[in-house]
Every structure is written in C-alpha cells, then in structure tokens.
C-alpha cells in the first residue's frame, strides 16, 4: 500500500537514576561516597533509506519507544544507556511537530540519521556530586525524562523528473520502456493509483535521473475529480515536467494547456516549471496525418521511437534548471 501521510508517536528513553550509596569497608563505618551515574535513555532516531518507497512500515505502529537508561549502582557501577530505536524513513519524508506544525527535518538524501526525540540524560550518582564544601553528598540525582513528540510524517517523492497527463496517455508504459521500474500499465482510465519512481540511465553515459509516474489528472482535479491532486505533492519537488499527451486526442496542444491550468490551480510554482512536451503514442496515427506541435517531441513508446532522444532532452534540461531552491514547500 502506498502510504504518504501518517501520525505517529515517540517517546525516547528515560535516563537511569543515579545511585546513593557509600563504600562499606570493615572497620569503616561510612567509607566515601560510591553511587555509579544513572544511563541515558535510548534516542529516537529517523534515517532516510532509498530501500523503502512509502510511510506504511512506519504507520504501522502508532508510538515507538526506546528503552530507559538503567540506574547507576554502588561501587560506582554506572548504568547502561538504553538502546536507540532507528526508525527507517523513505527520501523525501518531511517530519512535523504534530502540535505546532514546525517542520523538523526534512530528508532530502539518502543516509541522512536525525535524533527525532533525545534520550534523557542519566542522574548523576554521589560519587559525582562530591565538592570541596560536599564531600559526602547526601543524595543521588534522578534521570531526566526522555523526550516525547507526536509527529506528522508527510512523504513527497524526490524526482528530477514528474509525468503529468491524462489519464491512459502513456505515462507508466514510458517509464517502464526508460527504466527498470515495473509500473501497472492497463488500457483504462486510473490504472496508476499511487506514484512510481524508476531510475532513468542516460544513454550508455554513467549518468541517469530519476523519474516521477502520478496518477492521470482531468480536467477539475483541483476540484477533486478523478483521483483529484492528492498526488500533485509528488511533482512538487521535480526539476521539470514531462506534460504527455496522446497523438489520438482531438487538440493536443488544448490539452496540454488545460493541464498546466489545472497544476496552475494547485500551485502557480509547479505550474512554473521547466516543461518538456512529448506528443505520445504516435504509432496509432497514420504517419501522413500525425501533426507534431512545434517544440514537442514526439514518442511511441510501444515501438521504442522517441524514447532515446527524449532521455537525453530530459538530462539536457534537468541539467540546465536550477534546484528547486525550497525542497519543502507548503503543505
Ligand atoms: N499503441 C500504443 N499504445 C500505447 C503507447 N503508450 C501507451 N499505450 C497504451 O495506452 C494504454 C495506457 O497506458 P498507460 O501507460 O497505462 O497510461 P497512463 O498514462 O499511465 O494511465 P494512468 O495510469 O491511468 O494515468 C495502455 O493500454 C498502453 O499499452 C504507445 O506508444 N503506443
Ligand atoms: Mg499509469
């Protein structure tokens, strides 16, 4: 299952208490202070990992919690910090104060580990509390509660590259002929119902990019139509967009503005994007009738025509856009 939203609970480790207690020798009625510092809690800590695609593994538990410190003991036995809980999170995860609304890190990279909630420091036994003016402190400090945060996890894909069509107008088969990705592909309408990535190789270069596949949008998206913009956040954070429209519609280029009115409608920066337009499936078109808009570029993916030159166009612009400059944008 495809999971982008998600609201869960952490609560890191408390420390240990620290330990009151004196050094018992024969003869030696109270010998010198000897209580060990209590252990620090385990820390929540998210890592971001290209090997998972969705929020459902982490959805599927409701809190997570790290294990306490232990406590300090006598002969200055100090206690065992608890272990940290890691939490494997998706690239592109966005982490939220869930009261506040504060954004607490973003993960735009692979390998990025952030402590999300901080253990609670150990209580400090006597033996460390002793001073000149305290030689035989008479207590033992507590453990300090681990911290413990709701969090709202949004997920927004990182791709270079965003898909945006109609319904059926190719979009999952021109990934799967460019990529190693294995996206639905269906000759009805919504067969995409969640985002696919695949990793696009550039010709026989060492380089290559990564490419976004969305659910079709239709006209009144924005309204909710179709399976409406829920999935729009996923192309937000692309370099460019591929707006694909198949050589069988009556008006391409009507088409192809309508789409870009409907991203328009969501965010006027998405709308804003570099744009490569590809005219799809141009082998149902007898080739005297087939009309290739100026600027557009025109693709079979069933026949495997247009599809190498396009990854290079593709390369060619993402290289020449800037990066977006705000990864994490509205919510
Ligand atoms: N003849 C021909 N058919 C194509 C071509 N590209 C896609 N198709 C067919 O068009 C239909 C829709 O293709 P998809 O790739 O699933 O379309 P989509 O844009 O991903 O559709 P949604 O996921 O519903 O938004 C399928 O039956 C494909 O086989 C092409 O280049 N030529
Ligand atoms: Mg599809």
Redesign the pocket.
Known sequence: MFIDETTITVKAGDGGNGCYSYQREKYIPKGKPSGGNGGRGGNIIFVSSAQVQTLQDVSYRRSYEADRGTHGSSSNMYGHKGDDVSIRVPIGTIVKDFDTDEIIHDFLEEFEEVVIAQGGRGGRGNQALVTRNNPCPDSAEMGKPGEERKLRLILKVMADVGLV?H???????LLASISRAHPK???Y????MHPNLGIVKVGETLSSFVMA?I??IIEGAHEGKGLGIRFLKHIERTRVLAIMVGADEENPEAVAKELVEELRLYSEELAEKPKLFIL??T??VLEEELVVPDGWHPI????QQGTRDLVFKLKWLIDNTKEPEHRSIII
């Open positions: 069509g319904p059926n107008a190719g979009k999952s088969t592909i269906a000759d309408p919504f067969t995409t596949d659910p079709g799809t499936k082998d149902t079979s993916a069933v026949a």
